[in-house]
């Protein structure tokens, strides 16, 4: 079955470490998006990529990074300046390179930092 | 820009009785519209989507939204809900900026 493969499920980090997540994709999607969930807050855009080896920051790409060497991975890297990691962080991605399909997302990666 | 405004951030409903949840968009563009369902430490699944054509859509597990552009809404319907309902659901917009928008979501509480 095709999907989105995020990993690990759970993440912990000590403050000051950078830390990186997976995404894969076997849906032969070109566009793939990084999203931060908080409580109340709902889905706020990190990241995305309508294409190899290009991506865009999205609404709070501070602090964070992502590179898109290959069609079916998007990792993302939560780096030490970022001042609240901890989060749940969803991968997801969309055929074409449009804004008319629905979004695919993973199960997610829950990471903490202490 | 786009927004999405979900007013209520909790929903409490008896099993079997009906059940709205409103999402308001803004734009300045033609829009389209979905609504996503996420259970505890899952990724969201889509429920239901208006991209064009007939302004009411409906998904397969009961769960209907209608578009309507003069108010600027996608209020999401079921006539009778049941406890697997429980859940917290999203309304999402996209556009010409190859942005998705989430609203912050509606705790659904389907009580016994």
């Known amino acids: 079955d095709g999907g989105i493969t995020q990993s690990p499920k759970y993440l912990f980090r000590k403050e000051g470490q950078n830390v990186t997540l997976s995404c894969e994709q076997n849906?032969?999607?070109?566009?793939m998006y990084w999203y931060r969930q908080d409580p109340g807050q709902g889905l706020r855009l990190i990241y995305y990529s309508q294409i190899v080896n290009d991506f865009q920051k999205g609404d709070i790409a501070e602090g964070y990074s992502v590179s898109r060497e290959k069609k079916e991975s998007f990792p993302l890297t939560v780096t030490s300046a970022q001042k609240n990691p901890t989060a749940f962080y969803l991968c997801?991605?969309?055929?074409?390179?449009?804004?008319?399909?629905?979004?695919?997302f993973g199960n997610g990666t829950r990471l903490t930092v202490t | 820009a786009q927004s999405v405004t979900q007013l209520d951030s909790q929903v409490p409903v008896f099993e079997e009785a009906p059940v709205e949840l409103r999402c308001n968009y803004s734009?300045?563009?033609?829009?389209?519209l979905f609504w996503y369902v996420q259970y505890p430490n899952q990724g969201l699944q889509l429920l239901l989507k208006?991209?064009?054509?007939?302004?009411l859509v409906e998904s397969i597990n009961g769960f209907e939204a209608e578009f309507n552009k003069s108010q600027t809404s996608f209020h999401l319907r079921k006539p009778s809900v049941h406890i697997s309902d429980t859940a917290e659901y999203f309304c999402?917009?996209?556009?010409?900026?190859?942005?998705?928008?989430f609203g912050t979501g509606t705790r659904l509480k389907v009580l016994a």
């Open positions: 999402a917009v996209s556009g010409r900026s190859y942005k998705y928008i």
């Open positions: 849906l032969n999607h070109d566009a």
């Open positions: 208006y991209l064009s054509g007939s302004t």
């Open positions: 997801a991605s969309t055929p074409g390179q449009g804004y008319n399909s629905p979004l695919h």
């Open positions: 734009s300045s563009v033609s829009v389209y």
